[in-house]
């Protein structure tokens, strides 16, 4: 590094895409400073994964009771107050851990906005500050539906931090947050619409498990509008009318707007420095290097194939760590990134997806999960689980539905990404009775 710079590395956003490779690296012996506006940890865990599974995991428990009725006496509700409660008693000490471990290696947190004035200077609260390698690392933030009347809408963190549950509860978009969130709140005992964009939801998963999933929600009192063709919004006394399709209208108390996720690129003056960007994301090449060449980026703000998720951002930062600290020149070599949606039952899926397999005219074999013995110890009755094997029969992919899915996939998933072969697969010895000896049992 010249001493011309501050820093050797200066990260903009302290989410999973920076501290999970920026800790090793000031470690290692890089100066290193990272610009945060908001709490150390970025998304994941203050307003996104961390809390959303403390908010779900009632909702799994109360699923289990359901189905063992016959077995466990007395019901079960649940208290929408204590369950926000317990969430933020999990994520309130997360951003000062990260933030422990950090002053620990030596990084400088500098909280405000960053604003590029060269391609190795930003401003932060009118100071200027510099760096050898700088790293992007911004985000997603919530898309705003463009129609009248949308500030009367809240985004996914107003929803996990709502007080008291409202009685009536429309959903725009069916995505994860869609999803997840009509799950959650139609088992807390709210009236739930989700209004879809298109035909499906979920369109990225498997879709005879998502209509199965479905079917199971509207079985339980939720509403699905399809090509919904929302218009609008308006007071109504105290409650909310929301305009949409040809002419229609309906009142509720409460509106989501879950139409997505944006990535965060504004306001940096990236064009004034030729960092080049578009709606998905800022553009990168195999080393994750922007089109201005000591500028990188990592995490959801990048322009990517590859699923928009935790694990993905940690794998990032980490290669930039090894990038940057001399441990290798190589491309980024991503993993299989497994993924997840936390309804009930989850689907989980990792490798060749069962459409490509198809198209591919790999074998797919299906599993009716409702018949294995260890799926009937909680009495699962919607649990599937499709296979795709190669053509010399290893383990390419695999998707399942059920309440068990997100711990079968992590059991699988080393079969599927060290490519390993029966006999090498046999001296895997799974703990019994476990899920991972009941999902190795079928490979």
């Known amino acids: 590094m010249s001493e011309q710079y501050d820093y050797q590395v200066l990260y903009i956003g302290a989410g999973h895409g920076t501290f999970d490779g920026a800790i090793p690296l000031a470690a290692s012996g890089c100066k290193v400073a990272i610009v945060e506006s908001g709490l150390v940890g970025g998304t994941c865990p203050n307003r996104g994964c961390n809390a959303k599974i403390t908010l779900d995991e009632p909702v799994k428990v109360m699923r289990e009771v359901e189905r063992l009725n016959d077995v466990l006496n007395g019901k079960v509700e649940l208290n929408w107050t204590g369950n926000v409660e317990h969430k933020q008693q999990v994520i309130d000490s997360l951003p000062s851990m990260i933030s422990g471990l950090m002053d620990s290696v030596g990084i400088d947190v500098i909280k405000g906005y960053a604003t590029f004035k060269d391609s190795h200077t930003v401003i932060v609260n009118d100071q200027e500050i510099t760096a050898d390698k700088i790293v992007i690392s911004t985000g997603l933030r919530p898309h705003r539906l463009d129609v009248p009347g949308e500030d009367l809408t809240h985004d996914s963190e107003d929803f996990m931090n709502l007080k008291s549950l409202p009685r009536d509860i429309v959903i725009i978009g069916s995505g994860y947050i869609g999803m997840e969130f009509a799950t959650i709140a139609n088992a807390a005992g709210s009236k739930v619409t989700v209004m879809l964009h298109s035909d499906k939801a979920l369109r990225r998963f498997h879709q005879p498990f998502v209509e199965k999933v479905i079917a199971d929600m509207t079985k339980r009192g939720v509403k699905f509008i399809y090509n919904a063709k929302v218009a609008g919004f308006s007071n109504n006394g105290s409650n909310i009318s929301v305009q949409y399709g040809d002419s229609e209208e309906l009142t509720t108390d409460w509106v989501l707007d879950a139409t997505g996720r944006i990535p965060n690129t504004e306001n940096m003056n990236l064009e004034k420095i030729g960092v080049e960007y578009n709606e998905r994301g800022i553009v990168i090449n195999d080393h994750l290097q922007t089109t201005v060449d000591n500028i ?13 998720l935790t694990p993905t951002a ?45 198209k ?66 046999g001296r895997i010895v799974s703990l019994f009775p476990s899920i991972g000896s009941a999902a190795f049992g079928r490979i």
Request: charged letters at 25%; zero cysteines.
């Open 296 to 308: 990188y980026a990592s995490g959801d703000v990048i322009d990517s194939d590859q699923p928009k």
């Open 314 to 358: 940690i794998f990032e930062s980490m290669y930039l760590m090894k990038l940057f600290s001399g441990k290798t020149t190589d491309a980024i070599n991503f993993p299989v990134v497994p993924s997840v949606v936390f309804t009930s039952p989850r689907i989980a899926e990792a490798g060749v997806s069962i459409e490509d397999a198809e």
């Open 360 to 425: 591919a005219g790999l074998s797919v074999t299906n599993s009716d999960l409702s018949q294995d013995w260890y799926y009937q110890v909680d009495k699962e009755t919607l649990a599937e689980s499709k296979q795709v094997h190669d053509k010399d029969g290893r383990l390419v992919g695999i998707t399942e539905m059920s309440d068990h899915a997100d711990d079968v996939i992590n059991s699988l998933l080393p079969i599927i990404e060290l490519k390993l072969d029966p006999e090498e697969i």
